[in-house]
């Protein structure tokens, strides 16, 4: 090859080079994204009660405030095994996957290897050139196709914008599954000791109301009481008796469900569970900080704003139809005849040059995409808006029901103390022959029944907490300084795909988005 046609080559070398340089360096068409106003107040309301306070947030390990041993165990043994959860950290991965197919999208899209032989007979009814054959062999040794759309417009690279989003969203999307997975736990938790409480109570008050009716059967006997008297006894009796089976029900329900969030099959966990405890009771006082703060914390808003921001990018993608694509194409390979041509320097032939594709005959259905683009943006802006503001209608529906079950607890507590007292009395007062029984049985109906409501109201103030803590976003810090995804899984996919470093923990996406510390 002469020193003329190796320059002219090098010369094509260096533009072609320069010339993609300047393009991918082009503009980016399609709206740059701004996070949306939230319709978001400046303070929370005024709750109306001492122990609920405007201060810091701790929200890290928020279950640690009810003191419980059992409850922490439980919330980790389901942060180490639940398969919800690894669904939703194995998503994460799957974003990444697919953000860097997005960033491949920057270099040649098509590199393709090729080779053939071929042999080829021409009609003899056509003319061939003298002295030559009908048939023909065509020898060509794998060569070297390659086309690279450039990235004028940003299309790839709102591409990657797109993918990066996502990638967020995913991780938001695995601390909202942790933040649920926690608060169900507790939930459960709670209602499986407000469950046992009241199992005991109503064993407690059975046995007072058999005592009950033992003496009113004896006082029938000596004909002191009458029929009515007995049976009555003997219906309340029978209908605190039915309620033991049921409960024990609730118990066992509970105890399954519990288990499942473990990500255990059904079974006897009472050994994990330890023996009966009292219900969970709220610290004094409860630290709501501000409404700034929980904006930033909730993972179901981050997730949503990560999603507008994606589809933000998705716009500008669209958009980038509507203008010409430029490529850049060429072909290298060898390719000769007979075969022991084909390593001669004369069976060298080579492609190169630009490309140039415009749709501009579907105008139409390029813009009306661009609309839906849009459309589907400004829709999720209002979803964002929408549980912005449902978000804190939890928090203070949370609020106001902690407030009002703590501030029950008192009253309901005298007023199941002064029915025991009243129980006594009327039955002493029975056995005296100074009252007759229906105030045995009206007195040993309040009874439990307060005693009921003071049980399932210390439960609701527990469980107002807990929905408060979910809402208020706490919990998701857990997964911090560890793996998303659990070293038995990621032994399961390394073993059938390549994962490289992506699935090690150090590559788990740090990247904080503006206004969204908690990513």
Known sequence: MSRYVRGRQNGYAVGTVGLAAMMLAGCMVGPNYKEPTAPLQEEWMEPGHPGIQRGPAELTKWWEVFNDPVLTTL???????????????????EAQATRGIAVGQLFPQQQEATGDFSWNRMSENNETPAGSNNGFHTWELPGLSVSWELDIWGRFRRGIEAEDASVLASLANYDDVLVSLIAEVATDYVLLRTLEEQLEIVRQNLQIQQEGYAIVKLRREAGTATE???????ALVSDTESQIPATEASIRQTRIAICVLLGIPPQDITELLGPKRPIPAP????QLGMPAEFLRRRPDIRRAERQL????????IAVSDLLPHFSLVGDISLSAEHFSDVFRGESYQAFAGPSVRWAILNYGRIENNVRVQDAEFQALISDYENLVLQAQGEVESAVAGLVGAQ?????????????????????QQYKGG?????????????LITEQTSLVETQGSAAQNLITLYRALGGGWELREGGDLVPANIKEQMRKRTNWGGMIDSDRIPQTRPAGNPAL
């Not at 919330?75 to 991965?93: D, G, I, T």
């Open 75 to 93: 919330v980790q043994r389901a942060y180490e095994n639940n398969p919800s959860l690894h669904a939703a950290a194995v998503r994460v991965l």
């Open 228 to 234: 009515l008297d007995l049976a009555q006894s003997q």
């Open 283 to 286: 610290p004094a006082t409860v």
């Open 309 to 316: 921001a994606a589809q933000s990018a998705n716009i500008g």
């Open 407 to 427: 501030q029950q607890i008192a009253p309901l507590s005298a007023s199941a103390e002064a029915a025991d007292r009243a129980v006594k009395v009327a039955q």
């Open 434 to 446: 100074i009252a007759d029984y229906i105030r045995v049985l009206v007195a040993e109906q309040f």
